[in-house]
């Protein structure tokens, strides 16, 4: 079964509506609330509301809150997307005692600050994030300072279509952990999520397909089987119906990204560590439109953020970037690639033309940015 997903929910104002998606579809599930609007483009989950039901009322078993058993080992995660004046909040996993955390990439894409809590104990670390796969949807966190945690427990058993499942999250975002029971209605399911703004929509493959009461929040929360073992990471959720169909990542596979991050292997879309940032808004436009009848091709700059290397420069709206370290820049794809191929603290010589038309230059060292 396919679906178009929304991903996790954010805190603070409603917001924005995913765009237009086909019927059928679910929508992968975000955080709790954050604000919507930025000058600076999509970041992540703040801007996209996700599954639940929003026809009529749910005929599926409420949420209750989690027991002890069911809350050992997953935690609340609440994050502040800098960039956009946002907050968000969802749900993770611990896997080690010294406090490597498992989500969904899209729990704390675009996010400055990450602050964790075990729900078992109220203790509250903050996370940097030490990988990141964001076409399969995972991330692994390391909290700090943490020792002598206690971790889900993995099931090594196989599912099968009916088995009884109970999903544990941070429904809302409101920092206590709800479960929600179900059943699996399918395996090796296909659901595409929603585009969000800037983010376009992603297809994810080999879900665990589930009905349960899930909800913003939930994202990146344990997926329980009969005998508490975690089978699946909470990703996403239909919409438009009274009965909820959720999707969860095997974790299985998610514990493959991992292994893979933890080795420094940063093939097949596994990024280690934070990216490094300019610090720019760059202005997709249509082939051969240049601001101010500009014919200079490069990476039209729609903006620069207060506080980064990019406005330190001087970069200002309506700037083209054109090359750096004497590398040709065609367009604001190229400008992606070569940054990506960086780290934080690289210095790199940046050369722009300006509004007018002149030629600028300038040694620019890049920071760490939102987590991607």
């Given at each position: 079964?396919a679906g178009s997903?929304?991903l996790?929910?954010?805190?603070a104002?409603?917001a924005?509506?995913a765009g237009?998606?086909?019927?059928?579809v679910?929508?992968?599930?975000p955080?709790a609330?954050?604000?919507?609007g930025?000058?600076y483009g999509s970041?992540?989950?703040?801007a996209t509301?996700?599954?639940?039901?929003s026809?009529?009322?749910s005929?599926q078993t409420?949420?209750?809150?989690?027991?002890s058993?069911?809350s050992t080992?997953v935690v609340?995660i609440?994050?502040?997307?800098?960039?956009?004046?946002a907050?968000a909040a969802?749900?993770?996993m611990v896997?080690?005692?010294d406090?490597?955390?498992?989500?969904?990439?899209?729990v704390?894409e675009?996010?400055t600050e990450?602050?964790?809590?075990?729900?078992a104990?109220?203790?509250?670390?903050?996370?940097?994030v030490?990988?990141?796969?964001?076409?399969?949807?995972?991330?692994?966190?390391?909290l700090?300072?943490?020792s002598?945690?206690q971790?889900?427990?993995?099931?090594?058993d196989a599912e099968a279509v009916?088995?009884?499942v109970?999903?544990?999250?941070?429904a809302?975002g409101g920092g206590v952990?709800l479960?929600?029971d179900?059943?699996?209605?399918?395996?090796e399911?296909?659901?595409t999520?929603?585009?969000?703004g800037?983010?376009?929509?992603?297809?994810l493959?080999?879900m665990?397909?589930f009905?349960?009461d899930?909800v913003a929040?939930?994202s990146?929360?344990a997926?329980?089987?009969a005998?508490g073992?975690?089978?699946g990471?909470?990703?996403?959720?239909s919409?438009g119906?009274?009965?909820?169909?959720?999707?969860?990542i095997p974790?299985?596979d998610?514990?493959?990204i991992?292994?893979?991050?933890?080795a420094?292997d940063?093939s097949?879309?596994?990024a280690?560590g934070?990216?490094?940032?300019?610090?720019?808004?760059v202005?997709r436009?249509?082939a051969g439109?240049?601001?101010?009848g500009?014919?200079?091709t490069?990476a039209l700059?729609?903006?620069?953020?207060d506080g980064?290397?990019?406005?330190?420069?001087?970069?200002?709206?309506g700037?083209t970037?054109t090359?750096?370290d004497?590398?040709a820049?065609?367009?604001a794809?190229?400008l992606?690639?070569?940054?990506?191929g960086h780290?934080?603290?690289?210095?790199?010589?940046l050369?722009?033309?300006d509004g007018p038309?002149?030629?600028r230059?300038?040694?620019?060292?890049?920071?760490?940015?939102?987590?991607?």
């Amino acid at each position: 079964m396919a679906g178009s997903l929304a991903l996790a929910a954010p805190l603070a104002a409603a917001a924005s509506t995913a765009g237009a998606a086909p019927t059928a579809v679910a929508a992968s599930l975000p955080s709790a609330p954050g604000t919507s609007g930025s000058p600076y483009g999509s970041y992540g989950e703040g801007a996209t509301r996700y599954g639940g039901s929003s026809a009529g009322a749910s005929t599926q078993t409420p949420a209750t809150a989690a027991d002890s058993a069911q809350s050992t080992g997953v935690v609340i995660i609440e994050t502040t997307l800098g960039y956009e004046d946002a907050q968000a909040a969802g749900t993770g996993m611990v896997l080690s005692a010294d406090g490597l955390v498992l989500t969904n990439n899209h729990v704390i894409e675009g996010s400055t600050e990450i602050r964790v809590t075990i729900a078992a104990t109220g203790q509250t670390y903050t996370a940097t994030v030490v990988g990141t796969d964001a076409a399969d949807d995972v991330a692994l966190l390391q909290l700090q300072g943490a020792s002598g945690l206690q971790p889900v427990t993995v099931d090594d058993d196989a599912e099968a279509v009916g088995d009884a499942v109970t999903a544990v999250g941070n429904a809302s975002g409101g920092g206590v952990l709800l479960a929600a029971d179900g059943a699996i209605t399918e395996l090796e399911s296909s659901v595409t999520t929603s585009s969000d703004g800037l983010t376009a929509g992603e297809t994810l493959d080999g879900m665990i397909e589930f009905a349960a009461d899930v909800v913003a929040g939930d994202s990146g929360g344990a997926v329980l089987d009969a005998e508490g073992e975690v089978v699946g990471m909470t990703t996403a959720a239909s919409s438009g119906s009274a009965t909820t169909v959720a999707y969860a990542i095997p974790i299985e596979d998610a514990l493959a990204i991992v292994d893979k991050i933890r080795a420094g292997d940063e093939s097949d879309g596994v990024a280690v560590g934070s990216p490094a940032f300019l610090g720019v808004q760059v202005a997709r436009v249509p082939a051969g439109y240049r601001y101010g009848g500009s014919a200079t091709t490069g990476a039209l700059i729609a903006g620069a953020i207060d506080g980064t290397p990019a406005a330190a420069a001087g970069l200002v709206a309506g700037d083209t970037i054109t090359a750096i370290d004497g590398t040709a820049i065609a367009d604001a794809d190229a400008l992606t690639t070569v940054l990506a191929g960086h780290r934080p603290g690289d210095t790199i010589t940046l050369t722009w033309v300006d509004g007018p038309g002149a030629t600028r230059s300038a040694e620019v060292t890049l920071i760490a940015g939102p987590a991607a």
